[in-house]
């Protein structure tokens, strides 16, 4: 799907109270707003599957409550790439060349096996208790990897990335990872928080 001047949204929900939405493979590019949006509040449960979203005019993927997101790509877009709400589970994704953040993500949310790379903003930046897991996040131009109260970065590189590697806040655990070549930290931890079996290196 291609969209052209005053295109609005690629695909998007616009009636209330919406559920169980899947979309699945298929390629949307150059909307004036963003690829897909299902990122209402009321519309919860949905999958968005094998999808690649691109040039977009805003976001490329945004999805709301208790959503999914798997195996899909967003770059070159305006926004962010990929946006979720709370309770999400991003699986398998990359996002890469946005001109804001890689991928967003509200609380509770759960990232896994995902690649966030050459971003104008930070590779993932995350709200309270969320878990990202086996992910890397490289020359992105903020931080590789930034999230809030609460939550723990596993397994995750954060590499060459223009302010630190990987932020955790408040009471956060951060373990065995790989923060390399970063130009400020590699690792930056809040109070109460852990570091465990990680590797530093030239930052």
Not at 117 to 130: D, K, V
Not at 188 to 194: E, F, K, N, P, R
Request: glycine share 16%.
């Amino acid at each position: 799907m291609i969209g052209t001047a005053n295109s609005l949204n690629g695909i998007s929900t616009s009636v209330s109270v919406l559920r169980n939405i899947v979309i699945r493979n298929g390629a949307v590019s150059g909307w004036t707003v963003t690829g897909i949006d299902l990122f209402s509040s009321l519309s919860t449960n949905s999958q968005i599957i094998d999808v690649h979203s691109s040039g977009n005019g805003v976001h490329g993927i945004q999805i709301g409550r208790g959503g999914t997101i798997r195996d899909c790509t967003a770059t070159y877009n305006t926004g962010s790439g990929i946006v979720c709400e709370a309770g999400c589970v991003i699986i398998g994704s990359s996002s890469g060349s946005n001109t804001a953040n890689g991928f967003v993500a509200g609380s509770i949310c759960v990232i896994s096996d995902c690649s966030a790379y050459l971003n104008g903003g930070s590779g993932f930046t995350t709200e309270s208790s969320c878990t990202l897991r086996n992910c890397s996040s490289s020359n992105n131009s903020l931080y590789g990897i930034r999230a809030t109260i609460g939550s723990n970065v596993q397994q995750c590189t954060a590499n060459f990335n223009n302010l630190s590697g990987i932020w955790v806040n408040i009471g956060g655990a951060i373990a065995g990872c790989t923060a390399y070549g970063n130009v400020q930290n590699g690792i930056m931890i809040g109070i109460g928080g852990s570091v465990i079996d990680c590797t530093l290196y030239a930052n």
